[in-house]
């Protein structure tokens, strides 16, 4: 064995450990940070823009598609013009905007924050997500700088009219590998975000002390997980039908096209209600800070929820009764019985503000608006419910009304309700009231003028997907009326674009909890840090920031 001798006249003396002050770096600004960053709110912020801006773009291919009909015999644009219009408007509508903009952007943003969380589950894997998202954005919109032009066969790509004979060229491909990204973002984020619910909730904070708007998220991810993986199998075998001759949509070869409606269905209701629950949770927790009450029946509306969630599987088929192919009695039944959870919603949403201290504020107004749309486009959905009913209306613009009413009506106008309560938390600073309900007003007055008359427009036989119109079908001062309101409608959204523009820059300080907030998220500094809190209040009921700002008015209900 060696033995090491120190030289004579020194002693063997261990390290001491270094102490090293550890100073950060700046944090990167502006679009290096949006590039690079993994916080779950700078993500949260890429989604909810990227999904405004979608908004904005499909909005103008809406007043195209206005502006065509606003009289008979219209030549604005072409009929392969219109179909792109009418076809893309809806694709970035409903993949770009209502959907990310809901379950992606307020849930990356908001989900952690209600909880008690630092971050996502899986941060690199977040901004993955986004990056495929915005990817199939740009693809999908790509179309219309080709020859071709955008995809015209419908936003519902009924089979076929997809196919590479009646769609040539590239504006269809670039559709269907768009939305395809845009199913594997959402699956991405729906794993994340279930993930971060079950395994980063603080501590105290148990499932049933959840806010209301996390059991929505939750319930939506774990529909995103059911559903879209079966649109990305009905586009991978539409892309093989188009390119590898694979035939499974076309029948002169074997193949079937009911096929398509089938699959592209058994996601497309489901598709309903996620884009409609995360905004059924944003008004929940606004009807309830603008009340100062408690949520009415907070175990009922969880109950509710996940009935929705479960029901919304099994009456994809009642977009399909005029084909002939399914089972009216069945499908007729399962469409009633989903409405009775809604219809539970809108009895503890009223309980919520019944004998409250409401403060209609510009959120609150927008929640209101979309209390009383969403209700009537539940009524004519029970009406469309009815197999005899829906053989008269189903191929006209009554559909397009009642699909507006619901989609619109309720899941916009929430989303407008989003931004007016939660863009203090976010920037700091408070949207300016009066701009904000000079908006809600001509928005609302814009919307019933757009979309109510389409309804009398259906019953008169006016169908849908249609360029023009002969002047003497009785069809002309509706079209007109909502033509008119389309613009409108334009007017209130650019108002509230305006004021988001000049309250980033110089709108009203809004401190840490301007609403006097229930939830968890206004327990942190605004906007939060990048750790997201400092300190957590004691969590003891599913509103633990009331109780800590007002301990003499402690939920009873909620100390479980």
């Known amino acids: 064995m060696t033995v090491i001798q120190e030289p004579p006249g020194r002693e063997y003396r261990p390290a001491e450990p270094q102490l090293f002050e550890i100073v950060p770096g700046p944090r990167p600004h502006g679009l290096v940070k949006y590039l690079t960053s993994t916080d779950h709110k700078q993500i949260g912020i890429n989604y ?57 952007g307020l849930g990356n943003y908001f989900v952690p924050l209600m909880i008690g969380a630092p971050d996502m589950a899986f941060p690199r894997f977040n901004a993955l997500s986004y990056w495929i998202y915005l990817g199939g954005f740009i693809l999908m919109s790509a179309g219309f700088l080709t020859n071709n032009g955008a ?63 996390v059991w929505n998220q939750m319930v939506t991810m774990f529909l995103i997980l059911l559903a879209f993986p079966v649109l990305t199998a009905a586009m991978a075998l539409l892309w093989i039908d188009r390119h590898l001759n694979g035939r499974f949509y076309d029948q002169t070869h074997g193949g079937q096209p009911i096929l398509w409606q089938n699959l592209f269905w058994f996601f497309g209701h489901p598709e309903v209600y996620i884009l409609a629950l995360p905004y059924f949770g944003v008004v929940t927790e606004v009807l309830a800070t603008n009340s100062k009450k408690p949520v009415f029946g907070y175990k009922g509306m969880i109950g509710a929820t996940l009935s929705i969630g479960a029901l919304s599987m099994g009456v994809w088929a009642h977009h399909m009764y005029t084909t002939g192919a399914v089972l009216l009695p069945f499908f007729a039944a399962l469409s009633l019985l989903i409405a009775v959870p809604t219809g539970i919603k809108f009895f503890n949403w009223i309980g919520t503000m019944w004998r409250g201290t409401i403060t209609l504020n510009t959120a609150m107004l927008y929640s209101i608006g979309f209390l009383t749309m969403f209700l009537f486009g539940g009524i004519t959905g029970v009406m469309l419910a009815q197999p005899v009913l829906d053989f008269q209306l189903h191929n006209t613009y009554f559909v397009v009304g009642h699909f507006h009413y619901v989609m619109f009506g309720g899941s916009t106008f929430a989303g407008f309700a989003a931004i007016y309560h939660w863009f203090p938390k976010i920037t700091g600073r408070k949207l300016h009231e009066g701009w904000g309900k000079l908006s809600f007003a001509i928005m609302y007055i814009g919307f019933n003028l757009t979309f109510f008359p389409m309804h009398p427009l259906g019953l008169r036989g006016m169908p849908r997907r249609i360029e023009t119109y002969n002047a003497h079908m009785g069809w002309n001062f509706l079209n007109l009326l909502s033509s008119v309101g389309a613009y409108v409608l334009a007017m209130g959204v650019l108002i509230t674009v305006w004021n988001i523009f000049r309250s980033y820059r110089k709108g009203e300080i809004a401190g840490d909890n301007p609403w006097d907030g229930q939830t968890l998220e206004w327990a942190c500094s605004s906007p939060p840090p990048d750790h997201n809190f400092e300190s957590l209040p004691p969590i003891r009921s599913e509103r633990p920031v009331w109780d800590a700002n007002h301990p003499d008015q402690l939920t009873e209900v909620g100390h479980r």
């Open 151 to 213: 995809a015209n066969f419908g936003w519902f790509g009924y089979a076929p009219l997809t196919s590479a004979i009646h769609s040539p060229g590239p504006g269809a491909d670039l559709w269907i590998v768009g939305i395809a990204l845009t199913g594997f973002s959402g699956i991405f984020t729906a794993v994340n975000i279930i993930s971060t619910i079950f395994t980063l909730r603080a501590p105290g904070m148990v499932m049933f002390r959840m806010p209301i708007f």
């Open 48 to 104: 909810m823009v990227t999904a405004f801006i979608g908004f904005l773009f499909a909005g103008l291919l809406a007043e195209g598609i206005r502006t065509q009909l606003i009289v008979p015999n219209n030549n604005f644009v072409t009929e392969n013009v219109f179909n792109q219009l009418f076809t893309m408007h809806g694709t970035i509508m409903l993949f770009v905007f209502l959907g990310p903009f809901g379950f992606a």
